[in-house]
Each structure stands twice: as structure tokens, then as C-alpha cells.
């Protein structure tokens, strides 16, 4: 099956630093979504972007599914982006597979 | 608003117990899932349904069960509850279709002693 890494494992930063999370996966995939868990452990969803670049106000990921690479941005983070970050994969008639995870801290 | 509800949030039991956790969703949406986290695992499928009366095994199905009887609601049923069960667990939906955005529930924490 596919497998999902996620890098860093750890992220600490500054309230108002940026950042940029990478989700690598070892095959082709057409589908891709990320999400946040924040600390109350609700999912979020952040985008569903299986290629291309979508931003959502300090927000922005892109994914290039032909080098198996996507990118999560965050701009000006605040203590509120705190939390993991997960990226999930998937080919057509497969379900999502989820990879382990960037938890963030944000330091105020 | 459409929404996805998990009850109970928080359940205690013992071991051999049967449970059952409840995922209902408002978004009329074909598809939903259970999932299982536990730290060092991330996020792993336990069952998913297409539709009314479709049932799937996902990666770590064995001692759950699931059953469809309608568009709104997948209970996710351990059998007889093992320490091993111990985890939060989530319920997702999305629209038909493989790999549609898929929409979580806030979870279900379940304590097995």
C-alpha cells in the first residue's frame, strides 16, 4: 500500500513565525487532504487539493502529485494553530491513508 | 448546518463487554467511515460504507463490526471489548465517490479496563 511520511515529526515556533510542513507518499495519487487536530482533538479540515496551490487566509498548500510531495504553509502563526497537522492520501478506488503527523506548538 | 454527531464522547467499560458507538451525520452523504487513533499509529480504518446495506473491512477490523441501515447513521459494535480496543475513535463521512473530502466527527474516547 501506499505509505504516507510527514515532515518535521516536532515543530516549535514563535508566535508570528512561519512555517511549511511537507506530507511525502510513495506512489501517484489523485486525492489529497490536510488536516489539523487541534488540542481539544477535533479534526479539521484545512484543504482538499490532490494538485495545484490553494490559499485560505494565513493558509496555503500545494501539491505536486507528480513528485509524490505535498506542502503545507502557515504564515504569522498564532498559539491558536497549535496542534498536529495530518496529511491523507488516496488513489482512485482506495481509501484515504493517513500519514503520522506534524504536531506544531506555537509559543506565545 | 449539516454536522456529523458521535455519542457518547467518553465511555467507560470492562473487558468482554459488548459496546457500541454511535456516528450519525446530517449531510445526506454516501460514504462514512470509522477510524481508530492511538498514539504512534496516526489515524487507521477499522470499517467503511458506500451506502445502505454495504458494509467494508478496512486495515484493522478485526473485533468491530458495523451494519447500514439507513443513509444517516454507521454504529461501530466491539463484540466482546478488549484493553486493546482502548482508543479515540472517529467517524467520517463524504459524498459518494472514492476520495471525496471527507468530513470528522469530534471523536469517541473509549476506556477499556
Known amino acids: 500500500g501506499i505509505q504516507v511520511e510527514q515532515s518535521p515529526p516536532d515543530l516549535i515556533l514563535q508566535e508570528g513565525a512561519n512555517s511549511t510542513l511537507r506530507c511525502n507518499f510513495s506512489?501517484?495519487?489523485?486525492?489529497l487532504q490536510w488536516f489539523h487536530q487541534n488540542p481539544w482533538g477535533q479534526l479539521i479540515n484545512l484543504f482538499y487539493?490532490?494538485?495545484g496551490t490553494k490559499q485560505n487566509g494565513r493558509l496555503s498548500a500545494t501539491t505536486v502529485a507528480t513528485e509524490r510531495y505535498s506542502l503545507l504553509y502557515i504564515s504569522s502563526s498564532q498559539t491558536t494553530d497549535s496542534g498536529v497537522y495530518f496529511c491523507?492520501?488516496?488513489?482512485?478506488?482506495?481509501?484515504?491513508?493517513f500519514g503520522p503527523g506534524t504536531r506544531l506548538s506555537v509559543l506565545p | 448546518d449539516a454536522e456529523i454527531t458521535q455519542s457518547p464522547r467518553h465511555k467507560i467499560t470492562e473487558t468482554g463487554r459488548q459496546v457500541t458507538l454511535a456516528c450519525h451525520q446530517t449531510w445526506n452523504h454516501n460514504n462514512m467511515f470509522w477510524y481508530r487513533q492511538d498514539l504512534g499509529h496516526g489515524l487507521r480504518l477499522i470499517h467503511y460504507s458506500y451506502g445502505v446495506q454495504d458494509t467494508n473491512k478496512g486495515e484493522v477490523s478485526d473485533g468491530y463490526s458495523v451494519s447500514r441501515s439507513n443513509t444517516e447513521d454507521l454504529p461501530l459494535t466491539l463484540e466482546s471489548a478488549a484493553s486493546s480496543q482502548t482508543s479515540v475513535y472517529f467517524c467520517?463521512?463524504?459524498?459518494?465517490?472514492?476520495?471525496?473530502?471527507?468530513?470528522f466527527g469530534d471523536g469517541t474516547r473509549l476506556s477499556i479496563l
Open positions: 506512489d501517484s495519487v489523485n486525492n
Open positions: 487539493i490532490p494538485s
Open positions: 467520517a463521512s463524504s459524498e459518494a465517490g472514492t476520495n471525496q473530502p471527507q468530513h
Open positions: 491523507a492520501v488516496g488513489l482512485y478506488g482506495q481509501n484515504f491513508v
